[in-house]
């Protein structure tokens, strides 16, 4: 019965009374170990920050610069590409419509090789102009836009500039004066 007494009753109230007194130490010590832990990772961290900061923040500064300057060159070759007729205006207000040509006082070749595609001229019938017979693409006038982009690759540099003159004159297809630009830049 005493055996019983001690594991029944004595044991789990020593125990109890133990905790009560040791446990204000124990918590302070877990709580030691895991400011300390933590206080380690964090200064761990702050040293790689910095670290990336110091020897990184140039060189991904570089390379954000580098790549807004590729972006910018290739949207300026884009527009290069698209863009036909004549120069665009120094300065002008009034926006022009298609077909309209600036006066020669107006333009400025050499602050802008950039072409608009805006400024193709209307189609109309030019003396000047080749007849469809001496273009290098034959038939045509029978070929969509399309087909005859993909023809202007591998043309002369006199065989684009009939077709682009020829273009002009007839329809006036700026997909077809697009690409003539971009392969006669």
Do not use: C, W
């Not at 010590?29 to 140039?58: E, I, L, N, Y």
């Not at 290069?80 to 665009?88: F, K």
């Amino acid at each position: 019965m005493e055996r019983a007494l001690e594991v029944v009753v004595y044991g789990p109230l020593g125990a109890a009374l133990f905790a009560r007194d040791a446990m204000p130490s124990f918590v302070k010590m877990f709580v030691a170990r895991g400011r300390s832990a933590v206080d380690q990772q964090v200064h761990q961290a702050r040293t790689v920050g910095q670290f990336a900061v110091k020897f990184g923040g140039p060189a991904v500064q570089q390379r954000v610069e580098e790549g807004v300057a590729a972006a910018r060159a290739h949207a300026e070759s884009t527009v290069a590409s698209l863009a036909i007729g004549g120069p665009r205006p120094a300065s002008s207000s009034a926006p022009r419509r298609n077909g309209d040509r600036p006066s020669p006082a107006a333009t400025d070749d050499a602050a802008a090789p950039v072409r608009r595609a805006t400024t193709v001229a209307t189609p109309s019938p030019a003396t000047d102009s080749p007849s469809v017979s001496e273009l290098a693409i034959p038939d045509y006038d029978e070929l969509s836009a399309s087909q005859v982009v993909q023809r202007l690759e591998g043309l002369s540099r006199s065989d684009l500039k009939a077709a682009r003159d020829y273009e002009t004159a007839h329809r006036g297809r700026r997909t077809i004066l697009g690409k003539i630009a971009q392969l006669r830049a």
